[in-house]
Nanobody, 116 residues
Framework: QVQLVESGGGLVQAGGSLRLSCAASISTFSIYSMDWYRQAPGKQRELVAGIGLSSSGSTTYADSVKGRFTISRDNAKKMVYLQMNNLKPEDTAVYYC????????WGQGTQVLVSS
């Protein structure tokens, strides 16, 4: 069964860090780029970061997180990570991962709360 499971969220003060993880039970994990999204209360889901096929693949970031967030992946473990540093209250959202271009059913996401 195809499944995306996000974890690692929590409550953190502004300036703090969190590392999110996404476990993807996808047999074809290594042939797809992967992305992290987030959805803040009352807002649409937005793309935060993306990574190409390998651990050294090209990465892209939303302007709002450039220089603070780092996406990575481990194809052997079928995992995608999002290291978030210098968090800001506006980063508060539920964070999701998904496969690029051919979206899978969304996981439950992981909640990130950043207090000022």
């Amino acid at each position: 069964q195809v499944q995306l499971v996000e974890s690692g969220g929590g409550l953190v003060q502004a300036g703090g860090s969190l590392r999110l993880s996404c476990a993807a039970s996808i047999s074809t994990f290594s042939i797809y780029s992967m992305d992290w999204y987030r959805q803040a209360p009352g807002k649409q889901r937005e793309l935060v970061a993306g990574i190409g096929l390998s651990s050294s693949g090209s990465t892209t970031y939303a302007d709002s997180v450039k220089g603070r967030f780092t996406i990575s992946r481990d194809n052997a473990k079928k995992m995608v990570y999002l290291q978030m540093n210098n968090l800001k209250p506006e980063d508060t959202a539920v964070y999701y991962c998904n496969r690029r271009l051919s979206l899978l059913p969304w996981g439950q996401g992981t909640q990130v709360l950043v207090s000022s």
